[in-house]
């Protein structure tokens, strides 16, 4: 079965301060992994998308890895804001027959970023 | 632009009543999305279109009608509103599928059933 699992459910770090969301999954035929932010009553927005050829991507403060061959991936947030402040999803792609990609989505880190 | 709208952002039924959530891009995506986001559950794909004119299930049809008469338009329709319908409802966009396609998604809308 095709999941997507998160740890922790939920972080409080203070602001300034680094942290690291993990993600495990099991899905096949893996396409690509991706790492999405929703903040509280919006939709997600894409920070990062690897594919399996790909071990790190970053955007700005946002450097995503992938483990292919463990099926691990982690979202690391450096000095962070109290603007990051939100749920961290990550999605991971399975390729199909039909060329559509099925989208397995993981259940969320909620980070709280303290003063 | 304007991205991927969605109207309306909260919306309470009773049992039984319809309704239909709209959802517009103005990115000329051909991909557009009907998500549900359940508290504690990853978001389940409920319909998609390829394109005007082509739509398909995702994993949670039930309940739920979709059309595609316009590039820009992918409005979700609930006939029968039962209490398991309550979630909230992501509409989202990509210009195709590939690999490294993003998804743009709309801010949602809160849907309760009671």
């Known amino acids: 079965k095709n999941q997507v699992e998160q740890s922790p459910q939920s972080l409080i770090i203070l602001e300034g301060k680094n942290c690291t969301l993990q993600?495990?999954?099991?899905?096949?035929?893996?396409?690509?992994l991706r790492w999405y932010k929703q903040d509280t009553g919006r939709g997600p927005v894409s920070l990062t998308i690897?594919?399996?050829?790909?071990n790190t991507k970053s955007n700005g403060r946002y450097t995503a890895t992938l483990d292919a061959d463990t099926k691990q991936s982690s979202l690391h947030i450096t000095a962070s804001q109290l603007s990051d402040s939100a749920s961290y999803i990550c999605?991971?792609?399975?390729?199909?027959?039909?060329?559509?990609?099925?989208?397995?989505f993981g259940t969320g880190t909620r980070l709280l970023v303290s003063p | 632009n304007a991205g991927v709208t969605q109207t309306p952002k909260f919306r309470i039924l009773k049992i039984g009543q319809s309704m239909t959530l709209q959802c517009t891009q103005d990115?000329?995506?051909?991909?557009m999305y009907w998500y549900r986001q359940d508290p504690g559950m990853g978001l389940k794909l409920i319909y998609y279109?390829?394109?005007?004119?082509?739509?398909d299930k995702g994993e949670v049809p039930n309940g739920y009608n979709v059309s595609r008469s316009t590039t820009e338009d992918f409005p979700l329709r609930l006939e029968l509103a039962a209490p398991s319908q309550t979630s909230v409802y992501f509409c989202?966009?990509?210009?195709?599928?590939?690999?490294?396609?993003?998804?743009?998604f709309g801010s949602g809308t809160q849907l309760s059933v009671l």
């Open positions: 989202a966009s990509s210009r195709r599928v590939s690999t490294n396609e993003k998804l743009f």
């Open positions: 993600c495990n999954y099991t899905v096949s035929p893996f396409s690509n």
């Open positions: 690897m594919t399996f050829s790909e």
């Open positions: 999605v991971v792609s399975a390729e199909g027959n039909t060329g559509f990609q099925k989208l397995v």
């Open positions: 990115m000329n995506h051909n991909y």
């Open positions: 279109s390829v394109g005007a004119g082509i739509t």
